[in-house]
């Protein structure tokens, strides 16, 4: 993404089960940023294996539904929305993914894991696999929504991804925006350090000093990624958060203790997600946090 679109969202694929979980990315959904005459695509996927008659009946049920969908979300937001529903038949991943390529997608806003276990209602899910394949941003939504995103953060490493994740994660925030809270985790050779010939004192210092270096270089890079992305500082601050130990630790516990309600994620790889959700940072924070996630994978042909 170059530049920054201050006109809002443009496209949206919304993946909607037409559960009561439905109606929390909705809900989302029409408190994004959303440009005017920005195109929502609603889209049930029935599955392939039910018998003809009861598929007929699904998909002719399937079509009511997501009317009344798109009427209650048209009326719920402030601009001119075109809304299509697209009820589809077979494999609900590969149904979106073709529909994601066909449209210009923006955005993917999908359901994420509720009242079971994170671990074991999102693995192995037709989110997990949307999310693996797609080379878009995704916003998995979990939270019950009751006003824009307040309370955002983004958990990076020191490389070049904050370059996407940040203007992805400003871009669904609605003005005015909050200030994001910047989460850098680091392990240091002195986390655990044991030698008696090494003063304790010493250690300390040294873990303050690269805990310092660690924040300037977060800075320089939030910095150039505000100007890459065509960004005054007047429209999006940060501060930023350095915590010593392990990313998959330290970040759940400052989302929950800041009460983050939208975690920005970068993933790294030319196959976008595809190593996710098989033991990866990106993945493991995923179902560690609570909150919404935004997940913003590589750019065509960038590692």
């Given at each position: 993404?170059t530049?920054f679109?201050?006109?809002g969202l443009h496209s949206?694929?919304?993946p909607?089960?037409l559960?009561?979980?439905?109606d929390r990315?909705l809900?989302?959904?029409?408190?994004?940023?959303?440009a005017?005459r920005a195109?929502?695509?609603l889209?049930?996927?029935?599955?392939?294996?039910?018998a003809?008659r009861?598929?007929?009946?699904?998909e002719h049920d399937a079509?009511?539904l997501?009317?009344?969908?798109?009427?209650?979300?048209a009326?719920s937001v402030s601009?001119?929305?075109?809304?299509?529903?697209?009820?589809?038949?077979g494999s609900?991943?590969?149904?979106?993914?073709e529909?994601?390529r066909?449209?210009?997608v923006?955005?993917?806003?999908l359901g994420?894991g509720?009242?079971r276990v994170?671990?074991?209602?999102?693995l192995?899910?037709?989110a997990?696999?949307?999310?693996?394949?797609?080379?878009?941003?995704?916003?998995?939504v979990r939270?019950?929504?009751?006003a824009?995103?307040?309370?955002p953060?983004?958990?990076?490493?020191l490389?070049d991804?904050?370059?996407?994740?940040?203007?992805w994660?400003?871009r669904?925030?609605?003005s005015p925006?909050p200030?994001?809270?910047?989460i850098?985790?680091?392990?240091s050779a002195?986390?655990?350090?044991?030698?008696p010939?090494?003063?304790?004192d010493?250690a300390?210092?040294?873990?303050?000093?690269?805990?310092?270096?660690?924040s300037?270089?977060?800075?320089?890079?939030?910095?150039?990624a505000?100007?890459?992305a065509?960004l005054s500082?007047?429209e999006?601050?940060?501060?930023v958060?350095?915590?010593?130990?392990?990313a998959?630790?330290?970040?759940?516990?400052?989302?929950?203790q800041?009460n983050?309600?939208?975690?920005a994620?970068?993933?790294?790889?030319?196959s976008?997600?595809?190593?996710?959700f098989?033991?990866?940072?990106a993945?493991?924070?995923?179902?560690?946090?609570?909150?919404?996630?935004?997940?913003v994978p590589?750019?065509d042909?960038?590692?």
């Amino acid at each position: 993404m170059t530049g920054f679109d201050r006109a809002g969202l443009h496209s949206l694929l919304v993946p909607v089960d037409l559960t009561p979980a439905s109606d929390r990315v909705l809900g989302r959904v029409a408190r994004l940023p959303l440009a005017e005459r920005a195109l929502v695509t609603l889209v049930h996927v029935v599955p392939s294996n039910l018998a003809t008659r009861e598929q007929r009946s699904a998909e002719h049920d399937a079509r009511q539904l997501l009317e009344d969908e798109a009427r209650h979300l048209a009326a719920s937001v402030s601009v001119s929305l075109r809304i299509r529903s697209v009820v589809k038949v077979g494999s609900a991943a590969r149904v979106i993914a073709e529909l994601s390529r066909a449209n210009a997608v923006d955005l993917i806003v999908l359901g994420r894991g509720g009242g079971r276990v994170l671990k074991d209602a999102f693995l192995g899910s037709t989110a997990e696999r949307v999310m693996r394949s797609s080379k878009l941003p995704v916003l998995a939504v979990r939270l019950s929504p009751h006003a824009a995103y307040r309370r955002p953060a983004m958990a990076i490493d020191l490389d070049d991804s904050v370059a996407r994740v940040l203007p992805w994660l400003v871009r669904v925030l609605a003005s005015p925006r909050p200030q994001v809270e910047v989460i850098h985790a680091f392990e240091s050779a002195f986390e655990h350090l044991v030698y008696p010939s090494v003063p304790s004192d010493e250690a300390d210092d040294r873990r303050a000093e690269l805990r310092q270096e660690a924040s300037r270089t977060l800075e320089r890079r939030l910095t150039a990624a505000l100007a890459q992305a065509q960004l005054s500082a007047s429209e999006v601050s940060w501060k930023v958060r350095v915590r010593q130990g392990s990313a998959r630790t330290a970040v759940p516990k400052a989302v929950k203790q800041g009460n983050v309600d939208l975690l920005a994620l970068g993933t790294q790889g030319a196959s976008g997600l595809a190593q996710a959700f098989l033991g990866s940072v990106a993945g493991d924070l995923l179902r560690a946090v609570g909150c919404d996630v935004l997940v913003v994978p590589p750019r065509d042909g960038s590692a």
